[in-house]
Nanobody, 124 residues
Framework: QVQLVESGGGLVQPGGSLRLSCAAS????????LGWFRQAPGKEREFVAA????????YYGDSVKGRFTISRDNAKNTVYLQMNNLKPEDTAAFYC?????????????????WGQGTQVTVSS
């Protein structure tokens, strides 16, 4: 059974940092492209970041480029999202996702598996 379990969300002040983790099981993690998406209330789910199978290629949404970093540890079946200089507009539920499709990584329909999400709230 495939499972993706996010953790690390919470309340943080503007300018602060958080690191999200996503632990995966039930599939061959090292063969998968991993992505992070987010969804704010009333908005569509938005691409945040993605990593190819070994982390050599990473992709970012324009709104997070230079502030967020995706990384993965294939030995631990875990993908991370380091988020720095957080802004109130980053407030959203963050989801990790996995796909065997190494192309169209910015498109949520490309992903086969999804976690339940973790809430990030940026507020003073």
């Amino acid at each position: 059974q495939v499972q993706l379990v996010e953790s690390g969300g919470g309340l943080v002040q503007p300018g602060g940092s958080l690191r999200l983790s996503c632990a995966a099981s039930g599939f061959t993690f090292s063969r998968m492209t991993l992505g992070w998406f987010r969804q704010a209330p009333g908005k569509e789910r938005e691409f945040v970041a993605a990593s190819n199978w070994n982390g050599d290629n990473t992709y970012y949404g324009d709104s997070v480029k230079g502030r967020f970093t995706i990384s993965r540890d294939n030995a631990k079946n875990t993908v991370y999202l380091q988020m720095n200089n957080l802004k109130p507009e980053d407030t959203a539920a963050f989801y990790c996702a996995a796909t065997t499709n190494g192309r169209a990584v910015r498109t949520r329909l490309s992903y086969d598996y999804w976690g339940q999400g973790t809430q990030v709230t940026v507020s003073s």
